[in-house]
């Protein structure tokens, strides 16, 4: 009876914790793709590319969601298993969370680098029209710091996102009963 109950109270907790992480996930890729919609517009095989990725990801969330509520309900497993599925789940969840937010900062450095560019040249050209190639000089100058000060800032924006996420799964693996999956 007491293992009875054991197994019925872990399969809620289970079903929660996992109704959770879609939400979370859920919401996370919505604003991903709003964020991306706004900021693609103009460049439209990028907004294929993005749309096709998120396309993926819910494909991959969805499919993970029934195994796990497959094995959580249907399949009496012991405690200790479903715990480290669970967990396996929401580190693969987190992974490719990450891999879209990598691939969204890519996708919009990018198009701000060809942005720039365009503007550069059009701006260059002006310059040298109307004051000559002293000028030209310095606003070239002004617009490679600024290029470079852009950069370097997507670089620390891509490093802390990596790092969070190793965070997050050292965390989630060492608060699991079973660390032996987590040892990589």
């Known amino acids: 009876m007491l293992l009875t109950n054991l197994f019925i109270i872990s399969k809620l907790l289970l079903l929660q914790l ?14 991903v793709v709003v964020e991306v919609v706004v900021v693609v ?5 990028v907004l294929v590319v993005v749309i096709v990725v998120m396309v993926v990801v819910v494909v ?3 499919v993970v969601f029934v195994v796990v509520v497959f094995v959580v309900v249907v399949v009496d497993v012991v405690v200790v298993v479903v ?8 580190v693969v969840v987190v992974v490719v969370v990450v891999v879209v937010v990598v691939v969204v900062v890519v996708v919009v450095v990018v198009v701000v680098v060809v942005v720039v560019v365009e503007v550069v040249v059009v701006v260059v050209v002006v310059v ?8 030209v000089i310095v606003v070239v100058v002004v617009v490679a710091v ?6 370097v800032v997507v670089v620390v924006v891509v490093v802390v996102v990596v790092v969070v996420v190793v965070v997050v ?13 987590c040892s990589s």
């Open 169 to 181: 799964i050292k965390s989630s693996c060492s608060s699991s009963s079973s660390s032996s999956s």
């Open 146 to 151: 600024v290029v470079v000060v852009v950069v």
């Open 128 to 135: 040298v029209e109307l004051v000559g190639v002293v000028e």
């Open 83 to 90: 715990v480290v599925v669970v967990v396996v789940v929401v």
């Open 60 to 62: 991959v969330v969805v």
């Open 41 to 45: 517009v103009v460049e439209e095989e």
């Open 18 to 31: 996992l109704v959770v992480v879609v939400k979370v996930v859920a919401v996370v890729v919505v604003e």
